[in-house]
């Protein structure tokens, strides 16, 4: 089997799982996070091949995305198993997909190949496309878009705080250069797009 016939044997993985996802992590998500990570590691030394695998497979065990996530982790590990790579490729794989979420943003993956994926990640969490996966996820989870009003007292769950709390931090905690350079332009959209959005909000309310 070539690193081709992997790669299409990962990619129907994943589309089983993730070709109907809602909330912005569905097949297209693995996809980018896969050719982002993949190219991410070209420019840092860290390989190409490990970082588009694990980007591919980072979601696929997240206990927010799936029902059962031990079964989740078996049928990954039956799954790498059962493909032609050698053990410390399997293992690197898997290291790689550790720690990526940024629900643990002060989680720093060990390996080169882990920065590499959750940078990817987080990338895919800013910009145009952070944006529209911000209120796709708000949508499903039947969030506010943003409101004034004070809800049961605390910080409002809309979809526009969630700017606030993470997706504004996300450009300080990139950890290779190339993310940090990719995650400028990135971040001035989600910059421009909150003043846009305050403006039309203050214009009529
Ligand atoms: P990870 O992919 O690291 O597990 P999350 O699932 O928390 O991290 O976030 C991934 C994406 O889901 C974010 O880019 C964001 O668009 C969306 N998201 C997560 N939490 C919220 C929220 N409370 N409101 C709106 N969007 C959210
Ligand atoms: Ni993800």
């Not at 799936?66 to 590990?77: F, M, P, R, S, V």
């Not at 790689?96 to 643990?104: C, E, L, P, T």
């Not at 969490?125 to 004034?148: P, S, W």
């Not at 993470?166 to 300080?172: A, M, P, Q, Y």
Request: hydrophobic share 40%; aromatic share 10%.
């Amino acid at each position: 089997m070539s690193q081709e016939e992997i790669r299409s044997s990962v990619k129907e993985y994943v589309a089983a799982i993730f070709q109907e996802e809602p909330t912005g992590h569905d097949y297209e998500h693995m996809k980018r996070v896969a050719n982002m990570a993949a190219y991410i590691a070209e420019h840092e030394g860290a390989d190409p091949f490990i970082c588009e695998m694990a980007g591919w497979l980072h979601d696929v065990t997240d206990g927010k995305l799936t029902d059962d996530e031990n079964q989740a982790k078996e049928n990954l590990h039956t799954f790498l198993y059962k493909l032609p790579l050698d053990t410390h490729a399997k293992n690197a794989i898997l290291a790689a997909m550790k720690d990526v979420s940024f629900k643990g943003k002060h989680i720093i993956p060990y390996t080169i190949e882990g920065k590499v994926v959750q940078d990817a990640d987080r990338l895919d969490a800013i910009g145009a496309i952070g944006i529209a996966r911000t209120f796709a996820f708000g949508g499903n989870k039947e969030q506010l878009l943003h409101t004034e009003v004070e809800q049961n007292g605390s910080e409002p769950g809309t979809s526009i705080q969630h700017f606030y709390d993470k997706l504004l931090h996300l450009k300080g905690y990139m950890n290779t250069p190339t993310a940090i350079s990719l995650a400028e332009e990135r971040h001035a959209i989600l910059e421009k797009f909150l003043q846009d959005f305050h403006t039309e909000w203050n214009s009529f309310s």
